[in-house]
């Protein structure tokens, strides 16, 4: 009987400390979770946030190589891997609304996991802001190198941006290729300045009234060297040669098709680049889109009854879809891959009328750049920059109809004199050739 009792007085006793130790558990768990805790049993946390104003879609948040779509009217954001007691995070806005009629701000993003989850990341979104400045240009027709406004370009036509953010300016009316460092200071990269044909290295090498300028991966820099009626080349080092053309078959009106020299051209004055490396060039007096592949051989991909275009200018975009504006006929085309070519926006009327495409007018547009998503810009020979969205909305982003002038500042408040050439970098800024200006623009959406 003793040891039946000794027995039962450990049992119980052994009961006791299990439950004692289940007890304290629970209340090291609530203790942890009223601190912050833990999102699973690892000690691993999750990292959001909150969200504001977001009226339109394609808003892409990252944190490393992490990325959160958040949609139109969205609250709140999380990441769907969580981060280890310690780790630190860094949450960026990775891609700005896919309209860019917004654009969104993420603060409190960085920082060091503590153990709790962070739910203090902040993304505030408004309507866009278009500011424009000045990147580098006097005003007053010249060529000088220099930083800023101490440069002077005369008549520059066309722009490109290199992987670097260098903008390459086709400047026309000094017969030389610019390039302007992220930084605004300008140098001649090649060109002597004399209306003639030579290659060679930088300022030996000749142009005759460069127009249109693009660059590929690599930093080759290609030139439609418009009155010598060839594609020229520039290396990254500033040696210049020629892929297509000849100048002693310019001002003939006839498109040959062929490799090297023996392919012919009338007055070129714009480039794209492919995402396959080739180059497609706006044969103006032609009124032909003509092929170049990195062997040289060219052919004609467009001009015939489908449009028989007046182009100036012409982009291509991540998928290999080419995009130009008709200036006589006063509508923007999209031709995609496979060769098929749409109307994108114009009703055919002169004029600066916002709204759907099918309504928007236009008045004799040159430049034309597309950004990373599928946004068309254009440069509107009624002193002002459009805007083609992804959905075919057309609105006016910089510049008042046919109010000319130098003028930076925001949206409508800003002037333009004659913007011909426009690229787009790989943020979003947009960069503009003022042509009688005889500067280089920048608008960023802020």
């Not at 080759?220 to 892929?243: E, K, L």
């Not at 001009?303 to 275009?309: H, M, R």
Request: hydrophobic share 40%; proline share 4%; net charge neutral.
């Amino acid at each position: 009987m003793a040891i039946n009792q000794r027995h039962a007085s450990l049992s119980i006793a052994g009961a006791h400390a299990v439950r004692t130790e289940h007890w304290r558990a629970i209340g090291v768990a609530l203790l942890l979770s009223s601190c912050g805790g833990s999102n699973d049993a690892a000690g691993n946390f999750t990292i959001g946030g909150t969200v504001s104003g977001l009226t339109t879609s394609g808003l892409v948040l990252a944190n490393g190589s992490q990325t959160v779509v958040v949609s139109p009217g969205g609250a709140s954001f999380k990441f769907p891997e969580k981060l280890a007691d310690g780790e630190t995070y860094a949450v960026v806005i990775q891609v700005q609304p896919t309209e860019r009629d917004q654009t969104c701000t993420a603060s409190g993003g960085r920082g060091t996991v503590a153990s709790a989850d962070v739910s203090t990341v902040s993304v505030s979104c408004h309507a866009t802001k278009w500011v424009v400045s000045t990147v580098a240009g006097s005003g007053t027709p010249g060529a000088s190198d220099g930083a800023g406004t101490a440069a002077s370009f005369n008549s520059p036509w066309g722009v490109a941006v290199d992987s670097n953010d260098n903008i390459l300016v086709a400047d026309r009316g000094n017969n030389k290729i610019r390039k302007v460092t992220s930084a605004g200071v300008t140098t001649t990269l090649a060109g002597s300045g004399a209306a003639a044909y030579s290659e060679g290295p930088g300022i030996s090498a000749s142009f005759n009234v460069p127009q249109g300028v693009a660059v590929d991966a690599s930093g080759t820099v290609y030139v439609a060297d418009s009155t010598n009626c060839t594609i020229r080349t520039v290396s990254q080092s500033g040696v210049v040669g020629s892929v297509a053309g000849s100048p002693s078959t310019c001002g003939r009106i006839g498109s040959i098709d062929g490799t090297g020299p023996s392919a012919s051209f009338n007055n070129p004055t714009a480039l794209a680049v492919a995402p396959d490396g080739s180059v497609f060039v706006a044969d103006t007096y032609n009124r032909v889109v003509r092929q170049v592949t990195s062997a040289g051989v060219v052919t004609s991909l467009l001009g015939t009854a489908a449009v028989s275009p007046q182009i100036y200018g012409i982009a291509a975009d991540s998928s290999g879809n080419l995009y130009f504006p008709d200036s006589n006929a006063q509508k923007i085309y999209k031709v995609a891959a496979n060769g098929t070519v749409t109307l994108l926006a114009g009703s055919g009327a002169i004029g600066t009328d916002d709204g759907p495409s099918a309504s928007a007018s236009f008045t004799a547009s040159y430049g034309i750049a597309v950004d990373g998503s599928g946004n068309v810009y254009v440069g509107d020979s009624g002193r002002i920059i459009r805007k083609i969205s992804p959905t075919g909305r057309v609105s006016t982003i910089a510049g008042s109809p046919y109010v000319a002038g130098a003028v930076d500042g925001i949206g409508s408040a800003a002037a333009f004199e004659l913007p011909t050439g426009l690229a787009v970098d790989r943020v979003g800024n947009i960069y503009v050739a003022d042509n009688l200006n005889n500067n280089i623009r920048k608008i960023e959406a802020r």
